[in-house]
């Protein structure tokens, strides 16, 4: 007895010497909705077979599909299996760590080996291809000439303001600051290209959030990979309007327009108006781990920074708030002169239980303004604007 102890102990010491371990992704930078794929490798460098070697993936993204057990590696022998999932929700997540298990055969003593995360992968918010916007004219998409200011530097100056946040650091004018005691800033006179302003509703307790999270679904059937156009997002209104504000600007960036973003949550977002890929990359990184733990109401946000959108701008507001909350924002943009696009998250319509109110279960549309559902087509209806 005690041979076989002492046997089963020294084979458990073993039985992960001379094991590597690598696992590989394609890409770093995904959006929701679209296969991940992976691929992981483990080889014997060892004159030993190893009986078994159990691999569990401990990343919160891929837990329950990339662990598994691979049995009898023979000696100088790689064994590789890969893997493919379907995103489900954004954020940053660590690929790893990978924890090595094995041990002797008759399962008395195991050897534990943890391989740290190396990479990460970034996933943002899903975005629908939409052809255009109703509410954009023609003469708008092809670019018109706008009066505007930016703290963008062009050839044009045109005065000081005060700073806020988002505003470029390069920009500050240093006497003023000296002079007034705060930060100013300089302003130029902006291209002759269309604004757009959007503002997301990130208000703590506006929304219906999703309790339990599958961060991600096997997809082990190369078919369903072209099936990402019938993606359906989860039952979370937060999602659906970080979603549609992604799609958007998307959009209006394609089409040349100069887009700000602005959000409250425990961070403040406010990134001032630019155009291009690399506007859409630096919104697309703060919408990747945005949340909705903001404590300051969306009509609120839009009286700070009302300010700082040129006259003749268009703003679109995501909120789950309802119509009657923001009548009061859609008046004073109006004496602005701005064009406000109020998009309505119906966060009735998320929740499952069967007693909701008429609000809650009908989807209404205006020429003033869009009420989205859980389960509507997003594309269809931002079509329709």
Same mark, same amino acid.
């Given at each position: 007895?005690?041979?076989?102890?002492?046997?089963?102990?020294?084979?458990?010491?073993?039985?992960?010497?001379?094991?590597?371990?690598?696992?590989?992704?394609?890409?770093?930078?995904?959006?929701?909705?679209?296969?991940?794929?992976?691929?992981?490798?483990?080889?014997?460098?060892?004159?030993?077979?190893?009986?078994?070697?159990? &691999?569990?993936?401990?990343?919160?993204? $891929? !837990?329950? *599909?990339?662990?598994?057990?691979? /049995?009898?590696?023979?000696? +100088? %022998?790689?064994?590789?299996?890969?893997?493919?999932?379907?995103?489900?929700?954004?954020?940053?997540?660590?690929?790893?760590?990978?924890?090595?298990?094995?041990?002797?055969?008759?399962?008395?003593?195991?050897?534990?080996?943890?391989?740290?995360?190396?990479?990460?992968?970034?996933?943002?918010?899903?975005?629908?291809?939409?052809?255009?916007?109703?509410?954009?004219?023609?003469?708008?998409?092809?670019?018109?000439?706008?009066?505007?200011?930016?703290?963008?530097?062009?050839?044009?100056?045109?005065?000081?303001?005060?700073?806020?946040?988002?505003?470029?650091?390069?920009?500050?004018?240093?006497?003023?600051?000296?002079?007034?005691?705060?930060?100013?800033?300089?302003?130029?006179?902006?291209?002759?290209?269309?604004?757009?302003? &959007?503002?997301?509703?990130?208000?703590? $307790? !506006?929304? *219906?959030?999703?309790?339990?999270? /599958?961060?991600?679904?096997? +997809? %082990?059937?190369?078919?369903?990979?072209?099936?990402?156009?019938?993606?359906?997002?989860?039952?979370?209104?937060?999602?659906?309007?970080?979603?549609?504000?992604?799609?958007?600007?998307?959009?209006?960036?394609?089409?040349?327009?100069?887009?700000?973003?602005?959000?409250?949550?425990?961070?403040?977002?406010?990134?001032?108006?630019?155009?291009?890929?690399?506007?859409?990359?630096?919104?697309?990184?703060?919408?990747?781990?945005?949340?909705?733990?903001?404590?300051?109401?969306?009509?609120?946000?839009?009286?700070?920074?009302?300010?700082?959108?040129?006259?003749?701008?268009?703003?679109?507001?995501?909120?789950?708030?309802?119509?009657?909350?923001?009548?009061?924002?859609?008046?004073?943009?109006?004496?602005?002169?701005?064009?406000? &696009?109020?998009?309505?998250?119906?966060? $009735?319509?998320?929740?499952?239980?069967?007693?909701?109110?008429?609000?809650?279960?009908?989807?209404?549309?205006?020429?003033?303004?869009?009420?989205?559902?859980?389960?509507?087509?997003?594309?269809?209806?931002?079509?329709?604007?």
């Amino acid at each position: 007895m005690l041979i076989v102890f002492i046997f089963s102990l020294v084979k458990a010491r073993l039985s992960l010497d001379k094991i590597s371990f690598f696992r590989d992704s394609r890409t770093n930078r995904q959006q929701v909705g679209e296969i991940f794929e992976e691929r992981f490798e483990l080889t014997n460098h060892s004159k030993l077979k190893k009986i078994w070697i159990e &691999v569990t993936d401990e990343s919160k993204i $891929g !837990k329950s *599909i990339n662990s598994r057990v691979i /049995a009898n590696l023979e000696p +100088n %022998r790689v064994r590789i299996h890969n893997s493919s999932m379907r995103l489900m929700h954004r954020g940053i997540f660590t690929l790893g760590p990978t924890k090595i298990t094995s041990g002797d055969t008759l399962g008395l003593f195991k050897a534990i080996k943890k391989i740290k995360a190396s990479k990460k992968l970034v996933v943002y918010p899903h975005i629908y291809i939409i052809e255009k916007l109703s509410f954009i004219n023609s003469s708008e998409q092809g670019g018109h000439q706008l009066h505007t200011f930016t703290t963008q530097a062009t050839p044009q100056a045109n005065g000081i303001r005060e700073y806020t946040p988002g505003d470029p650091l390069n920009r500050v004018h240093w006497p003023f600051t000296i002079k007034h005691g705060r930060l100013m800033v300089k302003e130029f006179d902006a291209d002759t290209q269309p604004n757009a302003w &959007v503002i997301l509703d990130a208000c703590k $307790g !506006k929304h *219906i959030r999703e309790k339990n999270k /599958a961060f991600a679904l096997d +997809n %082990r059937f190369l078919f369903t990979k072209h099936k990402s156009a019938d993606f359906q997002l989860n039952r979370d209104s937060f999602e659906y309007a970080v979603s549609i504000a992604t799609t958007l600007i998307n959009h209006l960036i394609e089409h040349g327009f100069s887009v700000g973003f602005t959000s409250v949550g425990q961070e403040i977002v406010n990134i001032q108006p630019e155009k291009g890929k690399r506007q859409l990359n630096k919104i697309l990184e703060k919408l990747a781990v945005l949340n909705d733990d903001g404590d300051i109401e969306i009509s609120s946000i839009f009286n700070k920074i009302k300010s700082n959108i040129p006259r003749g701008s268009t703003v679109i507001l995501i909120t789950g708030e309802t119509l009657e909350n923001i009548e009061k924002t859609i008046y004073t943009s109006a004496l602005n002169r701005m064009r406000l &696009v109020p998009i309505l998250i119906n966060t $009735g319509s998320f929740r499952v239980s069967p007693q909701i109110s008429s609000r809650e279960i009908s989807t209404k549309r205006s020429d003033q303004y869009l009420e989205i559902c859980y389960g509507d087509n997003i594309r269809d209806q931002l079509h329709g604007m």
